[in-house]
């Protein structure tokens, strides 16, 4: 029998993640703050919610991908939140990015009501949200994760089981660490060619070929070269992502350079005003620092 699925938040991710889910089969229950957001899904099928109660009491399985951890936590235990229809067989699905500590604390508190949770945040961005091709990264109940797998391979291509409750979040904020220093060496790489008199395109295109390539320098190389900053994923919401990155690091005990530098230049992006564009704005911070422009 397919699972009855709700759907909560309809941004840039949710959206055509929520589109791909009906496309698959799902019947589909949505609840969006701004209902208008939730049309494309409503002309296709998918039934309106007044509230996360509303579309639990529906579903089988709840997905919420909203904006930040307070988000979630109001989503799931406050009025009309999802707890107040929580019962067994049902399971939450958090693919939100958030906080480890909270996952687990929502896990534990759903639990009390004998309800199951994943948190399962993704990567890929709106491509990939777009084109059913996100990394999905787990954590959770290994039998749980069994049931929405086929769930999960609606939205995502690699979609991997990495440990416990939280464990998906742990393996996020380590995606988001990478992400932002992938870009910031990608942007210094393409302006350290730029003033030394070389063609910055030719050089992204001779280090594609070797150990330097990532999908960072490919992707998001060009869209610096284009100067094409319309968001895939706001610097907003990768400074919210870094500062998960920064609690989970104080958490561990660890003190690290490089995601300290990252995270303190995606701050400076946003302090310039470029917060509701793409992380690849950070590339004119670094060039009006450095009186240079990459094209």
Known sequence: ???????????????????????????????ARTQDKALPLIQVGATLCDSPRQVTEHADVIITIVGDTPDVEQIVLGDQGVIEAAAPGKVLVDMTTSSASSARNLATRLSEKRMDMLDAPVSGGDIGAREGTLSIMVGGNPAVFERVKPLFEAMGENVVLVGDHGAGQVAKACNQLLVAQHMYA??????????????????????????????????????????????????????????????????????????????????????????????????????????????
């Open 1 to 31: 029998m397919t699972d009855k699925v709700g759907f909560i938040g309809t941004g840039i991710m949710g959206l055509p993640m929520a589109s791909n889910v009906i496309r698959a089969g799902y019947p589909v229950w949505v609840f």
């Open 186 to 295: 990608t942007a210094e790489a393409l302006l350290l060619a730029k003033a030394a008199g070389v063609d910055p395109g030719r050089v992204r295109e001779a280090l594609l070929g070797g150990f330097a390539a990532s999908r960072v320098l490919d992707c998001h190389g060009q869209r610096m070269l284009n100067r094409n900053f319309v968001p895939g994923f706001k610097a907003k919401l990768h400074q919210k992502d870094m500062r998960i990155v920064l609690q989970t690091m104080g958490d561990c005990h660890l003190d690290l350079d490089g995601t300290k530098l990252a995270a303190e230049g995606i701050n400076r992006t946003v302090d310039a005003g470029y917060g509701e564009l793409d992380t690849t704005a950070l590339l004119q911070v670094l060039e009006a620092r450095n009186h240079l422009k990459l094209s």
